[in-house]
């Protein structure tokens, strides 16, 4: 069974940082990209940032890029999100989802989530 | 970057109607896109993927069509698990990006 966990999230105050981790289970992880995708309080969804299998590409939507650094660890089956210079717009449930295995459809698996809230 | 217009925002519909969702891709995305279903607290559902192709297990009701630029989802006759958020998403790029969403509530 495929399982996606996130932690990491909390309370931190805007400028701070944070590190979510994915903990992932139930097929080859090496095998696939990975996804951070996040949903702010009572608005919709938006991808957030991905990573190619061996982490040799990575990309990021504009509103994070220079703050928020994806990575992974195969060896652990880990996912990754560093950020930093947070803001209050930050403030979402962060969810880690399989994305594609080679130029195929992404996100058939999801984590619960994690709420990330950026506040003074 | 590929931006996706998702119509309606919101809908109102009773149980047994038929109901579709529109995506409008900004350039052309080939088939890459698929729809998804989310309910208040849960994390989201894939139910169509290559814009035409059903999730296994998702109930045959639920059908995808469209290529290049527009895209439908059809629920063709509505159950009261059914009503949700659902979210389109392309992924021709490696930017991917989500429709607004569209809210679809019991009348």
């Known amino acids: 069974e495929v399982q996606l966990v996130e932690s990491g999230g909390g309370l931190v105050q805007p400028g701070g940082s944070l590190r979510l981790s994915c903990a992932a289970s139930?097929?080859?992880?090496?095998?696939?990209?990975m996804s951070w995708v996040r949903q702010a309080p009572g608005k919709g969804l938006e991808w957030v940032a991905n990573?190619?299998?061996?982490?040799?590409?990575?990309y990021y939507v504009d509103s994070v890029k220079g703050r928020f650094t994806i990575s992974r660890d195969n060896a652990k089956n880990s996912l990754y999100l560093q950020m930093n210079s947070l803001r209050a717009e930050d403030t979402a449930v962060y969810y880690c989802?399989?994305?594609?295995?080679?130029?195929?459809?992404?996100?058939?698996?999801w984590g619960q989530g994690t709420l990330v809230t950026v506040s003074s | 970057d590929i931006q996706m217009t998702q119509s309606p925002s919101s809908l109102s519909a009773s149980v047994g109607d038929r109901v579709t969702i529109t995506c409008r891709a900004s350039q052309g995305i080939r088939n890459d896109l698929g729809w998804y279903q989310q309910k208040p607290g849960k994390a989201p559902k894939r139910l169509i993927y290559a814009a035409s192709s059903l999730q296994s297990g998702v109930p045959s009701r639920f059908s995808g069509s469209g290529s290049g630029t527009e895209f439908t989802l059809t629920i063709s006759s509505l159950q009261p698990e059914d009503f949700a958020t659902y979210y389109c998403?392309?992924?021709?790029?490696?930017?991917?990006?989500f429709g607004q969403g569209t809210k679809l509530e019991i009348k």
């Open positions: 139930g097929f080859t992880f090496s095998s696939y990209w």
């Open positions: 998403l392309q992924h021709n790029s490696y930017l991917y990006t």
């Open positions: 990573i190619k299998q061996d982490g040799s590409e990575k």
């Open positions: 989802a399989r994305d594609q295995i080679m130029d195929g459809d992404p996100f058939d698996y």
